[in-house]
C-alpha cells in the first residue's frame, strides 16, 4: 500500500505510522500533519516521508498514494467549549476538503477515524451499547464536529462512490498522548506532586483501548472490511474517572489527597460504551492489552519520557476550574 496518514503527529496518527512501520515495513507511508499544538513532530520516526499541510489544502499529499487515513481532527472537549469554530472548521470543513481532494484524485480507500461520542451519553446504570446503528446525539461542540465529518464521508460514499471505510473507537491511551488528556494529565501532573483535577461527576465512565489496539483494527478494517462499512473498536473496559485517578495515584505511591475536585465541564458526557461485535465476529479483531497492563505501561513510559512532553505542558493550557 501507498499510504496518507492525516493528523500524523497526533497521539493516535503516530502510534498508527509506527505500526505500519512494524508490520508493514514495505509500504509507502506519507505522514502529513498541521503541527497545531498537539502536533508533534517527535512523536513519528525521523526517516518517515513527512508532509506539513492542513487537511483543508492535502491534494497536493495525494501524489501516488492509493489510501488515505484520516485521523486529523481536533479533539479535546474542554478546549472546544471555549473555542468551538476551530473545531468545526478543521473536523467538519477540512474532512469535507480532504473528501474532495481524494475524490478527484481517485483514491481507492478512505478511511476515517471517529469517537463514540458522536452518539452522545449512556445513563451510569443503561445496561446496553451503542451498536453501529445507534442515532448520533452529541452534546458537545467537539462531538457535533466529530458527528458532522462522519455524516460528510458517508454522504461522498452514497453520492459520488467514493470508497470509504469508518471506525469509532472508544477512549484511547498509550504512550505520545498529550497532555491535556486525561490519563496523561494525571500521570505528568502526579509524576511532579501536582493535584489532579477531577471533575465532581466523579463516577463518569469511559470505556478503555489501548492505542496499539486501535491500530491493529484499523489494520484489519484496510485489508478485510466492507467498502461503506462502519465498524465499532472498543474494549468493553470501563473505569470511572475517580478510580482512574486512584489507580495512577497508587501505582506511583502517591495519596489520594491529591485528588481535588473541580466543576464539571459543560455537556459532560456521563458514559460510553460501544458494542464491538461486528469488528470481532466479521474481521476477527480483538483487543489484546489487558487495561491493567496497559495503563502501568503508559505511566512507566511517561515516567521515562520527560523529554517528549515536558516542553508541552505550556502550550495552549486549558483552565478544568474555569467553568464555575
Known sequence: MQLLVTGAA??????????????????????????????????????????HADIADAAHALTGVDVVVNFAAESHNSRAVHDPQAFFTTNVLGTQRLLEASRRAGIARFHHVSTCE????????????????????????????KAGADHAVRA???????PVTITVCANNYGPRQFPEKVIPLFATRALRGQPLPVYRSSANRREWLHVDDHCAAIDRVLHDGRLGTTYHVGSGVEVSVADLAASILSRLGLPLSLIETVPDRPGHDRRYLLDS????????????????????????????????????????????????
Do not use: C, K, M
Not at 38 to 44: D, T
Not at 131 to 138: M, Q
Not at 156 to 162: A, K, P
Open 118 to 145: 458522536v452518539y452522545g451519553d449512556l445513563a451510569l446504570d443503561d445496561p446496553g451499547a451503542f451498536t453501529e446503528e445507534s442515532p448520533y446525539r452529541p452534546r458537545t461542540p467537539y462531538n457535533a464536529s
Open 156 to 162: 461522498y460514499h452514497e453520492t459520488y462512490g467514493l
Open 10 to 51: 497526533g497521539f493516535i496518527g503516530s502510534n498508527f505510522v509506527r505500526y505500519l512501520s512494524r508490520h508493514h515495513p514495505g509500504d509507502r507511508v506519507v505522514a502529513l500533519d498541521a503541527l497545531t499544538y498537539a502536533g508533534n513532530r517527535a512523536s513519528l520516526p525521523s526517516e518517515v516521508e513527512f508532509v
Open 277 to 324: 461485535t461486528l469488528i470481532r465476529s466479521e474481521l476477527g479483531w480483538s483487543p489484546t492489552i489487558a487495561f491493567e497492563q496497559g495503563l502501568e505501561q503508559t505511566i512507566t513510559w511517561y515516567a521515562e519520557n520527560r523529554a517528549w512532553w515536558e516542553p508541552l505542558l505550556d502550550r495552549a493550557a486549558v483552565d478544568e476550574a474555569a467553568w464555575a
